[in-house]
């Protein structure tokens, strides 16, 4: 068995920057977002479920339109909970098989929402021996998601409302820093980001290569 590391952290946090650190150490990186990507893809049972909930405005030329979807939740902002009681449980299943062809040391279990689905099924965390988040300010927050999807909305005002959104929907920094083993601060630059990740790295290799270690067995 191998130890996994749940990483998670609000929208904007830098999970992706931190993930792909790790997959450069040569670490596997399971991220539920790519795969919630890749089960909305073209002709997908997904996304079969998708329009029979929502409608078939959720498609656009065969494809999921993300952006349509962006903008239902910022005027129904319930419609997320739908959304994920669709997707999650999908998503889980991927993870669980991407879990067991890992090779490496340890793996990453990139989770945007682990903290939120510890109350409710599925529970991801329940896969992890550990979590780590990636913290900064929520004002940090909104000003990287505005910069990194500037191009996604038709103005500023709803870029930023949307974000607001999301936030809201997500629990709150302190609940994440509740229940985290390890956090790194996103708040400065990539090399105090990328000089904390080290640290981590040989914490975690350090800890696979314990005589005894028994991580969990939930797959």
Known sequence: MTLTVGLTGGIGSGK???????????????????????????????????VHAFGDWVISDGNYNRPAMRQHILHNPSA????NAITHPHIQAQIKDALHQSTSSYR????????????????????????????????????RTLARDA??????EDAAS???????????????????????????????????????HQTYLDIADQVGFNPKSYL
């Open 16 to 50: 992706s920057v931190v993930s792909d650190w790790f997959a450069k150490q040569g670490i596997d990186v399971i991220d539920a977002d790519v795969i919630a990507h890749a089960i909305t893809t073209k002709g997908s049972v997904v996304l079969d479920e998708l």
């Open 162 to 200: 949307y974000v607001k959104t999301i936030i809201k929907k997500q629990a709150s920094r302190q609940a994440r820093l509740a229940v985290c083993d390890d956090v790194v601060n996103n708040g400065g630059t990539l090399d105090e980001l990328y000089a904390q990740l080290q640290q981590l």
């Open 80 to 83: 997320i909970d739908t959304l």
């Open 108 to 143: 990453i279990l990139s989770v945007p929402l682990l903290v939120e689905g510890m109350s409710r099924s599925p529970n991801l965390a329940q896969l992890c021996d550990r979590i780590l988040v990636v913290d900064l300010s929520q004002e940090k927050q909104i000003q």
């Open 151 to 156: 191009a996604k909305s038709a103005s500023k």
